[in-house]
């Protein structure tokens, strides 16, 4: 009888300390939880005034803002999601697909693989005729394009799809622009179709199983590949190249090859069987000057830029979405929209990279190719760019204006050049304006 008391007892103990413990947390934060990986918005505790109060939105805001500072809250979140997983085959992430034997994808490179996304083949045969006149005039000022097709990962492991998500496949994106740049003059490399013609040949897995972008082993790879083409395009500068030294056998994924798996915010890791990891260092060009580049990419193009950006980027700028432009952004949130004087920036550079995997070929370049296409190609570019030199003149003519513009150059960081067009851009647009 006592030993069944003492067992009730142990039980409500439990339970009562189960529902006390996440007060006890919040009351006092004595374990340092991991926090959540992902994407939130943090929620301010608000602040008590009597028209919220009376209106019921202090109620909710402090229920909101409660429910995401509970102590302990990320090992709970955790433990629900693991459970999800185990027994539902569930991710609480947004827009994640659990495939066969676990591996993991994002929604919408499946449905580019199908073709659900395509645009159609006048806007494809439209974006590639703007590209073409771009890049010929870039051409003619010392800049080369170069496209690349970075791989999905869908498209390279289709036997995974849940069998729910299988059905028959369109003509999709990739397959009208692969199709148009087989008949135009523009350089391209198509990393899709080469990691295809490589899947099952080589001795470490191209794509990870929790990860949504090409494996590290496979990014490596497709680097050194594209810093070489990039040599070939230029004759008078060059880029170092890659020389791998080894690579480590790790039976569990690192860094961005189980991003997918990170977002999922689970309690225990998915399996990721054995991968590689390329050891590597620089070989140094011998050329009088080292190629700047211009990158305008999607999230394919982080991993490279992060660890090769110094040394094998020559710190050129990238462009990430054609939005924020980096390394500006590091210091201060930089925006591409903001660019009174795009055809300028890019031509600072000597060879222009656009690259973007299948999942994001509906919104190819974004408006990078058409915005450059209208400065080139609209009407009165003579007349514009004689007014810009006309205000410059008259900025050097005024000694008060000029040394003004000095003091901003040095403010900014940037050369004097560029303050000068930057200022007599912005004076003309003013002038129209009036």
Known sequence: MDKAKNIKRLLFGGILLAISAPVLLTLFPVIDFHPLEGSFEEKEKPELNFNDLYSGKYQKKMEEYLNDNTGGRP???????????????????????????????EKSYIDAYYGDD??????????????????????????????????GKASFFPEYFPDYLKRSKKRSNYDAYREAFEQCEVPFIDFRDWFEEKKGTLE??????????????????????????????????QLNTIQIQGIKRKNRAYDRDEDIEESMNLLFNIDDGELGYPQYV????????????????????????????????????????NREMYPETYTKQTFVQDLVDLSYEVEKN??????????????????????????????????????IAQIIEAIYNTPQWLESIKKQ???????????LRKNAVYTMIQEKKR
């Open 282 to 321: 620089p070989v140094k060009h011998s050329a009088e000057r080292t190629t700047r580049v211009l990158t305008i990419a999607d999230s394919y193009f982080w991993g490279i830029y992060n660890w090769g950006r110094k040394s094998y980027l020559n710190d050129g700028p990238f462009w990430y979405y």
């Open 75 to 105: 090992y709970m979140v955790r433990i629900n999601n693991q459970w999800d997983f185990w027994l539902f085959n569930k991710a609480n992430a947004n827009a994640v697909v659990i495939g066969k034997d676990n591996y993991l994808y």
């Open 350 to 387: 000597d060879l222009v990279l656009i690259m973007f995997t299948d999942a994001n070929l509906k919104d190819f370049a974004y408006d990078f190719i058409d915005r450059l296409h209208d400065e080139y190609c609209s009407n009165g570019r003579e007349e514009r760019e004689k007014r």
């Open 409 to 419: 150059a040095k403010q900014e960081g940037i050369p004097l050049e560029d303050a």
């Open 118 to 151: 395509f645009i159609g083949d006048d806007l494809v045969r439209e974006k590639m005729q703007k590209l073409a006149q771009v890049r010929d005039t870039l051409n003619r000022r010392g800049v080369e394009v170069l496209v690349v097709f970075a791989p």
């Open 204 to 237: 470490y897995p191209l794509f990870p199983k929790g990860g949504v972008h090409w494996s590290s082993y496979g990014e490596v790879l497709a680097a050194d590949s594209l810093l070489r083409f990039m040599n070939e395009l230029t004759t008078e500068s």
